[in-house]
């Protein structure tokens, strides 16, 4: 029998162990939608790695770096200075002032209907788009490592109705272990990744270092090139690199204080200040991996080399064949099926995210006007959207197919948290004057500012030759209207100009009335959501 | 559940006539606020400045300055990978001090919620 196959079974049934575990401990809203605010601060900055630390990082980051080093890991920077956002504006307020989601900070002091509808809105695009590139990533991998076991649909439908069995039974509580037990297990395969890659050096950075600065490989044109790794320019080139890549940098550092799935993860701490050291703890790992990704992506480049990673699964295989390169089978199955764990618990992260704004802001606040018509209705909609989510995640997986070119939605995923999201929850906690039409125009700017840019950017648009076919192919064949991959650098700025338009065009004296309320909720906690007991 | 339900009637802010005022407006006048806003900002707003102006010069420099960021500092590693690694360190150490100054915030909104919290059951 395949030992990957083996070890994935046992990391599915631990999953599913803790979801038994989760199940039968206890009831109610807050218990299924932030576990019951019980999780310590320690183990929620764990999960909050795990949640993040997405098959993009590990698979994706790994690869950018074997094939085009040092900007690859500017991918890296970004995701941990990110959370300094998180850390100075957003982990406490929202803390302090909400509920199970962001949109209950929104709806303080604005009007409930309008600014919940449109959040919820955004809350699960940003979600789907994360989600659909997740699990094609999880249906391509599966078919590299099992062969001819299991077909790519076979491992889509797998890993959907995984995702549904943890959300539905066992709530936030489960997908909160389920994220401890992948966030521990992939530091745990990294760091013995970077020592093996180190060991191969003899433990020498100048050795290291001075194979990155040599790394040799076929170019497109079949030419042998020797190139240093360490210079930044090999993917980032002129006239519009430079911009792309402060583009990058804003979505990413703004971006990942407006994700669901990551905000969520703050209402599951007893109080502000748990909120504040989980960051920490977040940071302390998320931190040491992507530095990390330092040996992972330079250690494929010079170890294996591009020429080999293009020719065995390219380059999202370029983590899993290091570690066959340089320990063997057995360690590759450990390293792909801790990349399949990676996968799981972040679709799971968001598949709770989506299903919570689903049932907490739209049904129970859009639909029926903020009241739960009997106990338990809040818990049961959920339920019932986390089978809707999955069908539709994986049916999409499904219809795009394996070969499709996924990578812009993760982009895109990071740029409408940080267009749409991210301006109206810093407009409403920092300004006296921000109103519901301000809140719903923003939302609405950047939502479609963000996806309709990136839909004419040269990740979708773009012309290809006949002979190219596959992931590479572009959706849209044609020029590309807006010379940048990513939005950020325009469509964050529109989002704010959305939300101060909006704001300034409409007069809602209730809105201001309420902003001290708020302002001293947020900042000092009077009030907050306290943890239940069991 | 009795925090619960002092907490409730924070929540629906009585309407007092001879004051005019609810209990987060007069919170919020209160001289302890206005310090801690004072003590919050005096740190979060360097620290953000700091940070942005960090991180961007990154993507800036070595987007149009690849020549300088290039250059050989340490053997075989540049200045671009020595400023990119020194984000992480950045980072952490801008993590700790916030750390260190929310204690600070956490003993003056301590102090805010005891007041009323005092003043909640006078009433």
Same mark, same amino acid.
């Given at each position: 029998?395949?030992?990957?196959?083996?070890?994935?079974?046992?990391?599915?049934?631990?999953?599913?162990?803790?979801?038994?575990?989760?199940?039968?401990?206890?009831?109610?809203?807050? %218990?299924?939608?932030?576990?019951?605010?019980?999780?310590?601060?320690?183990?929620?900055?764990?999960?909050?790695?795990?949640?993040?630390?997405?098959? %993009?990082?590990?698979?994706?980051?790994?690869?950018?770096?074997?094939?085009?080093?040092?900007?690859?890991?500017?991918?890296?920077?970004?995701?941990?200075?990110?959370?300094?956002?998180?850390?100075?504006?957003?982990?406490?307020?929202?803390?302090?002032? $909400?509920?199970?989601?962001? %949109?209950?900070?929104?709806?303080?002091?604005?009007?409930?209907?309008?600014?919940?509808?449109?959040?919820?809105?955004?809350?699960?695009?940003?979600?789907?788009?994360?989600?659909?590139?997740?699990?094609?990533?999880? @249906?391509?991998?599966?078919?590299?490592?099992?062969?001819?076991?299991?077909?790519?649909?076979?491992?889509?439908?797998?890993?959907?109705?995984?995702?549904?069995?943890?959300?539905?039974?066992?709530?936030?509580?489960?997908?909160?272990?389920?994220?401890?037990?992948?966030?521990?297990?992939?530091?745990?395969?990294?760091?013995?990744?970077?020592?093996?890659?180190?060991?191969?050096?003899?433990?020498?950075?100048?050795?290291?270092?001075?194979?990155?600065?040599?790394?040799?490989?076929?170019?497109?044109?079949?030419?042998?090139?020797?190139?240093?790794?360490?210079?930044?320019?090999?993917?980032?080139?002129?006239?519009?690199?430079?911009?792309?890549?402060?583009?990058?940098?804003?979505?990413?550092?703004?971006?990942?204080?407006?994700?669901?799935?990551?905000?969520?993860?703050?209402?599951?701490?007893?109080?502000?200040?748990?909120?504040?050291?989980?960051?920490?703890?977040? !940071?302390?790992?998320?931190?040491?991996?992507?530095?990390?990704?330092?040996?992972?992506?330079? @250690?494929?480049?010079?170890?294996?080399?591009?020429?080999?990673?293009?020719? #065995?699964?390219?380059?999202?295989?370029?983590?899993?064949?290091?570690?066959?390169?340089?320990?063997?089978?057995?360690?590759?199955?450990?390293?792909?099926?801790?990349?399949?764990?990676?996968?799981?618990?972040?679709?799971? @992260?968001?598949?709770?995210?989506?299903?919570?704004?689903?049932?907490?802001?739209?049904?129970?606040?859009?639909? #029926?006007?903020?009241?739960?018509?009997?106990?338990?209705?809040?818990?049961?909609?959920?339920?019932?959207?986390?089978?809707?989510?999955?069908?539709?995640?994986?049916?999409?997986?499904?219809?795009?197919?394996?070969?499709?070119?996924?990578?812009?939605?993760?982009?895109?995923?990071?740029?409408?948290?940080?267009?749409?999201?991210?301006?109206?929850?810093?407009?409403?906690?920092?300004?006296?004057?921000?109103?519901?039409?301000?809140?719903?125009?923003?939302?609405?700017? $950047?939502? !479609?500012?963000?996806?309709?840019?990136?839909?004419?950017?040269?990740?979708?648009?773009?012309?290809?030759?006949?002979?190219?076919?596959?992931?590479?192919?572009?959706?849209?064949?044609?020029?590309?209207?807006?010379?940048?991959?990513?939005?950020?650098?325009?469509?964050?700025?529109?989002?704010?100009? @959305?939300?101060?338009?909006?704001?300034?065009?409409?007069?809602?004296?209730?809105?201001? %009335?309420?902003?001290?309320?708020?302002?001293?909720?947020?900042?000092?906690?009077?009030?907050?959501?306290?943890?239940?007991? #069991? | 559940?009795?925090?619960?339900?002092?907490?409730?009637?924070?929540?629906?802010?009585?309407?007092?006539?001879?004051?005019?005022? =609810?209990?987060?407006?007069?919170?919020?006048? =209160?001289?302890?606020?206005?310090?801690?806003?004072?003590?919050?900002?005096? /740190?979060?707003?360097?620290? /953000?400045?700091?940070?942005?102006?960090?991180?961007?010069?990154?993507?800036?420099?070595?987007?149009?300055?690849?020549?300088?960021?290039?250059?050989?500092?340490?053997?075989?590693?540049?200045?671009?990978?020595? /400023?990119?690694?020194?984000? /992480?360190?950045?980072?952490?150490?801008?993590?700790?001090?916030?750390?260190?100054?929310?204690?600070?915030?956490?003993?003056?909104?301590?102090?805010?919620?005891?007041?009323?919290?005092?003043?909640?059951?006078?009433?």
């Amino acid at each position: 029998m395949n030992i990957s196959l083996v070890m994935f079974v046992v990391f599915i049934a631990i999953t599913l162990g803790i979801t038994y575990w989760a199940s039968r401990r206890s009831t109610g809203s807050a %218990a299924y939608f932030a576990a019951s605010r019980q999780i310590k601060g320690w183990q929620n900055g764990i999960a909050v790695a795990g949640d993040y630390m997405s098959a %993009a990082s590990f698979l994706g980051i790994a690869g950018i770096i074997a094939f085009q080093g040092y900007d690859g890991f500017l991918y890296s920077v970004g995701w941990l200075v990110a959370y300094l956002t998180v850390l100075l504006v957003i982990a406490e307020p929202l803390r302090n002032a $909400g509920k199970y989601t962001m %949109a209950d900070v929104l709806a303080y002091r604005l009007k409930p209907r309008p600014v919940r509808g449109m959040a919820s809105v955004s809350t699960l695009a940003v979600s789907t788009f994360y989600m659909i590139a997740q699990m094609v990533g999880a @249906g391509a991998l599966v078919k590299l490592l099992l062969g001819n076991m299991v077909t790519y649909n076979q491992a889509v439908i797998a890993v959907g109705i995984l995702m549904i069995v943890y959300v539905v039974f066992g709530g936030m509580l489960a997908t909160t272990w389920v994220q401890i037990v992948k966030a521990v297990l992939l530091m745990a395969g990294t760091i013995l990744l970077s020592i093996l890659v180190m060991a191969h050096f003899h433990f020498s950075f100048g050795q290291f270092f001075g194979a990155v600065g040599q790394v040799t490989y076929h170019d497109a044109k079949g030419a042998v090139v020797v190139k240093d790794f360490l210079t930044p320019g090999l993917r980032y080139k002129p006239p519009y690199g430079p911009l792309d890549l402060i583009s990058l940098g804003l979505a990413l550092v703004f971006g990942t204080a407006g994700l669901p799935h990551i905000l969520v993860r703050f209402y599951t701490v007893p109080d502000a200040k748990t909120a504040r050291h989980s960051v920490v703890w977040a !940071m302390a790992l998320i931190g040491s991996f992507y530095i990390m990704t330092t040996f992972l992506g330079f @250690g494929a480049a010079t170890i294996v080399g591009p020429d080999f990673i293009k020719g #065995h699964g390219g380059t999202n295989m370029s983590a899993p064949l290091l570690a066959q390169a340089l320990a063997g089978d057995v360690f590759f199955a450990f390293i792909s099926s801790i990349a399949f764990a990676t996968i799981l618990a972040v679709v799971a @992260g968001l598949t709770i995210s989506a299903t919570t704004s689903f049932s907490h802001d739209f049904w129970t606040n859009v639909i #029926h006007n903020g009241v739960e018509r009997k106990p338990g209705e809040e818990v049961l909609v959920a339920r019932i959207s986390a089978f809707v989510v999955g069908a539709v995640a994986i049916g999409i997986a499904i219809l795009l197919g394996p070969t499709a070119n996924v990578a812009f939605l993760v982009a895109l995923a990071f740029a409408v948290a940080a267009s749409a999201n991210l301006p109206v929850i810093v407009l409403s906690i920092f300004w006296r004057r921000f109103n519901t039409a301000g809140a719903v125009m923003g939302l609405a700017v $950047g939502l !479609m500012g963000s996806i309709g840019l990136i839909m004419v950017s040269p990740s979708v648009m773009g012309i290809d030759p006949p002979t190219l076919t596959g992931t590479a192919r572009h959706l849209i064949q044609a020029k590309a209207w807006f010379p940048l991959e990513n939005p950020g650098i325009l469509s964050i700025p529109l989002g704010f100009v @959305g939300a101060i338009v909006g704001t300034l065009l409409s007069s809602e004296p209730t809105s201001q %009335a309420k902003f001290n309320e708020l302002l001293v909720r947020s900042n000092t906690g009077l009030g907050a959501e306290k943890a239940t007991a #069991h | 559940m009795a925090n619960g339900a002092r907490n409730m009637e924070i929540a629906t802010p009585p309407q007092q006539p001879e004051q005019g005022q =609810s209990v987060w407006d007069r919170i919020a006048s =209160s001289r302890e606020f206005k310090d801690l806003m004072a003590t919050k900002r005096s /740190f979060i707003v360097p620290a /953000f400045i700091f940070f942005v102006i960090y991180y961007f010069a990154l993507p800036v420099l070595v987007g149009y300055a690849p020549q300088l960021m290039g250059t050989k500092v340490m053997g075989p590693v540049n200045l671009a990978y020595l /400023f990119a690694l020194s984000q /992480f360190f950045v980072a952490w150490i801008i993590a700790g001090l916030y750390v260190k100054a929310a204690n600070n915030f956490d003993r003056l909104s301590q102090d805010i919620l005891d007041k009323t919290n005092k003043g909640g059951n006078k009433q």
